[in-house]
């Protein structure tokens, strides 16, 4: 062998070397990022102007009277779009499903009964429970942000669980509300976007 060939050997080994390191380590770079984006449901990239953003959105819609009705301040639930207390005062009970001969469900049907004034429907229609009200009326933007986060507030609820939420049944039972009932002032879609934004930009309150 030549003094030059074994140069070039060498060379083309180094090359070789530097480039299975530089392989190797950007496969590890790889493999740690699809772990984390494994590990978190939810990838958080935090942006408190695009959130507060979103929450103004997602706002509207909560305390609208679709929803409102049925997150109210005291103990009886809200009616029409003036929010007024439920005529015969059908009270929350500790399971939030009504009280002796007023439970939600004797009225309130698995589906919509046709006609106006009559009770909208959901087999699963009731109040948040006695021990979790999970009050909107009154609240403000900020007050209501924090809340909704808040485990000891929102029944334990983590991200993923919020996230879900916007596909709830009582939630999607807004967008049928019954004969005569107005609708939220965003569609379901528009509000499960800022809904999702709100929460992966980071759950950001908005200042009072
Ligand atoms: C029939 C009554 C009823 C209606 C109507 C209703 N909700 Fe609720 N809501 C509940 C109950 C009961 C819970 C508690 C259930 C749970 O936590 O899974 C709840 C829980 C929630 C929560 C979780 C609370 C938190 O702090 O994270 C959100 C968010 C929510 N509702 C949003 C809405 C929106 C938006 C609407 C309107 C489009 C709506 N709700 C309409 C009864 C209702
Ligand atoms: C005696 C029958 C009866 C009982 C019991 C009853 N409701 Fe109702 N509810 C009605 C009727 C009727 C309406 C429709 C009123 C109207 O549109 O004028 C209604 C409307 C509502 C609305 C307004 C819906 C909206 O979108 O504005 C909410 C919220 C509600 N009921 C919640 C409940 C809850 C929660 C319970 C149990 C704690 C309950 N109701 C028990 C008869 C009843």
Known sequence: MSL??????AILLTVT???????????DQVSTTLMSTKAVAAPIKKDSVASVKAFASVYKVLMSPRCMNCHPAGDI?????DNHLHTMAPRRGTDGKGIYAMKCANCHQPTNTPGLHTPPGN???????????MVFQGRTPQQLARQLVDPKLNGGKNMEKLLE???DGLVLAGWNPGEGRTLPPLSHAEFKKAW???????AYAPKP
């Open 123 to 133: 087999p699963d229609w009731h109040l948040p429970p006695a021990t979790m009200r």
């Open 196 to 202: 999702t934004t709100w929460l992966q930009t980071g």
């Open 77 to 81: 639930p809200l009616q029409g779009d």
């Open 165 to 167: 939420h916007a596909d």
């Open 17 to 27: 070397a530097i480039m299975a390191t530089t392989f190797s380590r950007s496969t």
């Open 4 to 9: 030059k060939t074994v140069y070039i050997l």
